[in-house]
């Protein structure tokens, strides 16, 4: 019996631009909009270079951190800098190794929904950002993981994410929206990423309207508070659990 490994794009990518190839770029496949290109450089983005909603998220962070979904570790480097305890976490085995040659004092590979060590004390601050909740998939992966996070968390603790509201991919020229009722939530998006001709594995992105994240955040047992938004419609919440 022989099995495969899924080929690790995103690695592959940040370890070009790591190593000196300036022009490393990556293309991103959306099965509702257009193919985009995503340069590498984007994810080691220093602070001056990171957008208004992660700077407020940085500014906002307190206590242990863990950086879910972390990428080239340019969040934990700039806690790193300010003097937090930090955890930064990415699937990709690529960008761990970019992560850990980088300066990241504690790194590790594995997804959002795997549990602490017995050993590991729980953190004060869960950060997802660029983005990040999408990394939870769908909503049913948001009710999960807000169950798991619990498990993860301080008391006291909070969640600090970004996610966006997509519903403009399906407005029409009049400004109606084009929407299938009978089908999945609009939000729900399967990616995949190439890197010089190479395709990864499809995977989902669930990007959450503000009322809906509010709804699933008050289910699980979390407040919710927006503390902002920028053109794009995207936006930064803290969820806090209630007890």
Same mark, same amino acid.
């Given at each position: 019996?022989?099995?495969?490994?899924?080929?690790? #794009?995103?690695?592959?990518? /940040?370890?070009?631009?790591?190593?000196?190839?300036?022009?490393?770029?990556?293309?991103?496949?959306?099965?509702?909009?257009?193919?985009? !290109?995503? !340069?590498?450089?984007?994810?080691?983005?220093?602070?001056?270079?990171?957008?208004?909603? $992660?700077?407020? +998220?940085?500014?906002?962070?307190?206590?242990?951190?863990?950086?879910?979904?972390?990428?080239?570790?340019?969040?934990?480097?700039? /806690?790193?800098? @300010?003097?937090?305890?930090?955890? +930064?976490?990415?699937?990709?085995?690529?960008?761990?190794?970019?992560?850990?040659?980088?300066?990241?004092?504690?790194? +590790?590979?594995?997804?959002?929904?795997?549990?602490?060590?017995?050993?590991?004390? !729980?953190?004060?601050? #869960?950060?997802?950002?660029?983005?990040?909740?999408?990394?939870?998939?769908?909503? *049913?992966?948001?009710? %999960?993981?807000?169950?798991?996070? @619990?498990?993860?968390?301080?008391?006291?603790?909070? #969640?600090?994410?970004?996610?966006?509201?997509?519903?403009?991919?399906?407005?029409?020229?009049?400004?109606?929206? /084009?929407?299938?009722?009978?089908?999945?939530?609009?939000? $729900?998006?399967?990616?995949?990423?190439?890197? %010089?001709?190479?395709?990864?594995?499809?995977?989902?992105?669930?990007?959450?309207?503000? +009322?809906?994240?509010?709804?699933?955040? *008050?289910?699980?047992?979390?407040?919710?508070?927006?503390?902002? $938004?920028?053109?794009? $419609?995207?936006?930064?919440?803290?969820?806090? !659990?209630?007890?």
């Amino acid at each position: 019996m022989t099995t495969t490994t899924a080929p690790d #794009i995103l690695g592959k990518a /940040l370890l070009a631009y790591h190593h000196g190839d300036a022009d490393a770029a990556l293309t991103v496949h959306c099965n509702v909009a257009d193919n985009e !290109p995503l !340069p590498a450089a984007y994810f080691f983005r220093t602070l001056l270079q990171m957008p208004e909603l $992660e700077r407020l +998220a940085l500014n906002e962070s307190r206590g242990r951190v863990l950086d879910l979904g972390a990428g080239a570790g340019c969040h934990t480097l700039e /806690l790193q800098s @300010r003097g937090f305890d930090v955890k +930064a976490v990415d699937v990709s085995a690529g960008a761990v190794q970019v992560m850990a040659e980088r300066g990241v004092q504690t790194v +590790a590979r594995h997804d959002l929904f795997a549990p602490l060590p017995t050993n590991e004390l !729980p953190f004060d601050t #869960i950060l997802l950002l660029m983005n990040g909740l999408g990394l939870t998939g769908t909503l *049913e992966g948001l009710d %999960k993981f807000l169950a798991h996070a @619990r498990t993860l968390l301080a008391p006291n603790g909070q #969640i600090l994410a970004t996610s966006s509201d997509v519903r403009y991919l399906y407005e029409d020229e009049d400004g109606s929206l /084009l929407l299938n009722l009978n089908g999945p939530y609009y939000g $729900e998006v399967e990616y995949s990423l190439s890197y %010089k001709g190479e395709m990864g594995v499809s995977f989902p992105w669930l990007f959450v309207d503000p +009322a809906l994240l509010n709804d699933a955040a *008050e289910t699980a047992g979390y407040s919710a508070e927006f503390l902002g $938004e920028d053109d794009d $419609e995207q936006y930064l919440v803290r969820l806090t !659990p209630l007890n």
